[in-house]
């Protein structure tokens, strides 16, 4: 049987929370690079990756055996889960399931939003205005006062003592912009999401999926040129090779 394929590149928010399920679970996979944004050959907008995943966005899976492509990190998340009967990370209650679910949602027009800032320090090109940056600071103040005040008050994880497919969806986007990596966004007003970042940072293949964001750094100041964005991804990749 052929190891599952996965699209993308390490530096991706929602493909980092595929790749951490995949360690975290010992699931052998192979991670084939895709270029997203990009039409041209090995780009998430060419015809070949557009017919895998009509959105044209990474990540994507592709189970050699089948034939079977699957788009869009959550589907994949609960996909994988359901296949591989991860209950750890997603419980057989369907209450439980489907409280998971609804974080899976919300996350992406609130908690996706952490990754708008750090768009508009690599993407110099698609010129974010000081308005939609304001907007995306707005829209992160407000999801971290629902984690912080909402899903963590009470207990150590989103959902209950230990973490589920929510954690690493909502992990991969917001440990990006803390001062160990990214350094832009201060999250120190937050004790209970500091706290639980404090968590997640020990749950097994968090270090790995990190490697590109911990190579890249501070870029509060200064932005990454193309060429140390493309490094750091290498050295991400790099450290997937063998990984499972
Ligand atoms: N809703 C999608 C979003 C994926 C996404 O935005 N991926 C970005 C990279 S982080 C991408 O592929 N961008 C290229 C494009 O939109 O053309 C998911 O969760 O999988």
């Known amino acids: 049987m052929s190891d599952l394929v996965v699209y993308g590149v390490p530096f991706s928010q929602p493909v980092r929370a595929v790749v951490w399920a995949l360690l975290l679970k010992k699931q052998p996979f192979e991670m084939k690079l895709i270029n997203p944004g990009h039409s041209g050959m090995g780009g998430s907008r060419h015809p070949d990756y557009l017919?895998?995943?009509?959105?044209?966005?990474?990540?994507c899976i592709e189970e050699p055996d089948s034939g079977f492509t699957l788009g869009e990190a959550h589907a994949i998340l609960t996909?994988?889960?359901?296949?591989?009967?991860w209950t750890d990370l997603y419980p057989e209650s369907l209450q439980a399931r489907g409280r998971i679910d609804a974080y899976l949602h919300y996350h992406h027009r609130n908690v996706r939003e952490c990754s708008m800032l750090v768009a508009a320090k690599v993407r110099k090109d698609l010129n974010f205005s000081a308005d939609m940056q304001d907007q995306s600071r707005r829209a992160i103040a407000g999801a971290m006062n629902v984690l912080d005040q909402q899903y963590l008050a009470s207990s150590d994880y989103l959902f209950g003592d230990q973490p589920t497919l929510a954690d690493l969806a909502a992990?991969?986007?917001?440990?990006?912009?803390?001062?160990?990596?990214?350094?832009?966004y201060d999250f120190a007003p937050y004790a209970n999401l500091s706290a639980w970042l404090q968590k997640?940072?020990?749950?097994?293949?968090?270090d790995t999926v990190h490697i590109t964001l911990a190579t890249l750094g501070d870029i509060s100041e200064e932005a990454p040129s193309i060429e140390v964005l493309k490094a750091a991804n290498m050295q991400g990749f790099k450290a997937l090779q063998g990984n499972t």
């Open 51 to 59: 017919a895998k995943n009509p959105g044209g966005t990474i990540p």
């Open 200 to 206: 997640m940072a020990q749950v097994p293949g968090y």
């Open 171 to 184: 992990c991969a986007e917001i440990a990006q912009l803390g001062p160990q990596y990214t350094n832009l």
């Open 79 to 85: 996909y994988l889960a359901q296949k591989h009967a």
